[in-house]
């Protein structure tokens, strides 16, 4: 049932574009579907030549995302700064983080991703038009957040790939969107990946794009986003420490980054679930 529900409020949303009387928002949001029509054909059709081989995809779609992620954001009109670039690095594997606010956080993710870096994204990616079919055969990992049991040998699979293919991996620790841009509790997958890894954490901390790309909308405005790339954060220790206390570490670095209107409120500031 969730599955349907989640397809059924994706179709809703699409079909939200036939609606808006704002025709700059109507051609934005035509000109992104048709990119990822086009893109989906021409990468779609070289991923199912790499069936066999699950890191050649993943790569083959991080060069996909250098592509279609930095042309999506520039459609939408945000201009994007990065800071930190140097903390970007294909030759040093790495758990990339980063928080979670808007639509767009997708294609700035798969647009500034190192190549070798794969994914962690919720099932239900596989509704998101184009987009999401192309995920499904990429090799990236989809996780289901309602079966816990599920998610965590799906995660001790990825840790093995990771290892023995020297591949670096990003996710989203707060676990889903912010509903309001505010930094949320992290999930304790960030810290069971870092462990079994030995891999380094590097914060990447979006500020200004909620702004961007309401929740269960088509409705795009463009605006200035910050991208920080913080330093990378040891974890050679975390199995030594208590998860609340390790990932508190990277709670606080973004807490400490973002702007006050995307801090967590005192009565949620939590840095686990």
């Known amino acids: 049932m969730p599955s349907r529900t989640a397809a059924f409020r994706y179709l809703l949303v699409l079909l939200q574009v036939f609606s808006y009387k704002n025709i ?5 949001v035509g ?10 054909v021409v990468f779609g059709v070289l991923l199912v ?7 050649l995809r993943i790569k083959l779609c991080n060069y996909y995302g250098k592509t279609v992620g930095r042309a999506i954001v520039w459609l939408v009109r945000c201009r994007v700064t990065v800071e930190g670039k140097e903390h970007l690095d294909r030759h040093r594997p790495a758990i990339y983080v980063s928080n979670h606010t808007s639509m767009i956080d997708i294609f700035i993710a798969i647009w500034l991703s190192p190549v070798g870096t794969v994914g962690i994204a919720k099932k239900e990616v596989i509704y998101y038009p184009f987009f999401g079919q192309l995920y499904m055969v ?10 816990s049991p599920k998610a965590i040998r799906s995660l001790q699979k990825l840790s093995e790939k990771v290892r023995t293919s020297k591949l670096s991996i990003f ?31 590097v914060p990447m901390v979006v500020l200004g794009a909620h702004k961007s790309w309401e929740k269960h909308s088509m409705h795009i405005h463009g605006v200035p986003i910050l991208v920080k790339v913080l330093p990378p954060i040891d974890t050679s220790d975390w199995g030594e420490r208590d ?31």
């Open 24 to 28: 700059t928002n109507n051609l934005k």
């Open 31 to 40: 000109a992104g579907l048709a990119l990822l029509a086009i893109s989906f």
């Open 49 to 55: 030549i790499l069936l066999p081989s699950q890191v």
């Open 138 to 147: 990429s090799g990236h990992l989809r996780i289901d957040r309602g079966n």
């Open 171 to 201: 996710l989203w620790p707060e676990g889903t969107r912010s509903r309001n841009g505010r930094l949320q509790p992290l999930k304790k997958g960030l810290y069971h990946l870092a462990v079994q890894t030995g891999l380094p954490v």
């Open 243 to 273: 998860p609340e206390d390790a990932l508190a570490e990277v709670h606080r670095q973004f807490k400490e980054t973002l702007p006050e209107e995307q801090k967590p409120l005192p009565a949620e500031d939590r840095p686990i679930r």
